[in-house]
């Protein structure tokens, strides 16, 4: 976790500083600094987060630095949703599982957000049955970004998008899993959409 010792000294915070602002001890972050501690639990990492004026994405190594501001309203909610009904806007989901925190600033342009809980292991090893990610409500992306699609007005998966000339590839991480294609047509046809692509993962601790 060595973002969180960077961040920590560019703000010019010694570790009991630190550990008194989010309410542990300094030799808890020495050792969360060091990965000596490597699963750190949700709650305490929106508190280092929302200390060290930057996003949990940051400091837990998967986004590059993105810094908020430090007043009350620097988080916002946003729904974690299990399955996404054929035909119903994101917004009017009812199968909310609880609420995850992103930064305000993730919205600052008018961009909206939802939350997926994932059930299976096909995009193994990098996302695991049971992590949460974060996306950006959109109905385009780019090739080889990870999408939630939805298939045929069926539940939304998630995978890698790779875009042909011909059509795309939804791809699965995990070997064990075939790859899906989609001609053109298809695409319009079935129809295959996509509703979000991955800004973040949230993984918890299994220990």
């Not at 989010?22 to 990492?45: C, F, H, M, W």
């Not at 992103?102 to 600052?108: D, G, N």
């Not at 957000?113 to 109905?139: C, R, T």
């Not at 000339?165 to 791809?171: E, S």
Request: proline share 5%; glycine share 8%.
């Amino acid at each position: 976790m060595s973002n969180i010792k960077k961040r920590r000294k560019e703000l010019g915070l010694t570790l009991a500083e630190l550990a008194a602002r989010v309410g542990l001890r300094d030799a808890t972050i020495q050792r969360y600094e060091s990965g000596e501690i490597p699963n750190i639990k949700k709650d305490t990492i929106m508190k280092l987060a929302k200390e060290l004026k930057c996003t949990p994405g940051y400091l837990m190594g998967w986004t590059d630095l993105e810094t908020v501001t430090s007043s009350a309203d620097a988080f916002m909610k946003i729904p974690v949703l299990g399955l996404i009904p054929a035909g119903v806007p994101i917004e009017a989901v009812e199968d909310v599982l609880g609420y995850e925190e992103i930064p305000s600033s993730y919205c600052a342009g008018g961009e909206k957000y939802f939350a997926l809980k994932l059930n299976g292991n096909s995009m193994y090893p990098e996302y695991h049955s049971g992590d949460i990610v974060i996306l950006k409500q959109q109905e385009t992306c780019n090739s080889n970004e990870d999408c939630a699609v939805m298939i045929n007005g069926g539940d939304a998966t998630f995978k890698r998008v790779v875009r042909q000339k011909n059509g795309i590839m939804l791809k699965p991480l995990n070997p064990n899993y075939d790859t899906l294609f989609y001609t053109n047509e298809e695409i319009e046809q079935l129809p295959v959409r996509i509703i979000g692509v991955f800004k973040e993962l949230r993984r918890r601790s299994t220990n």
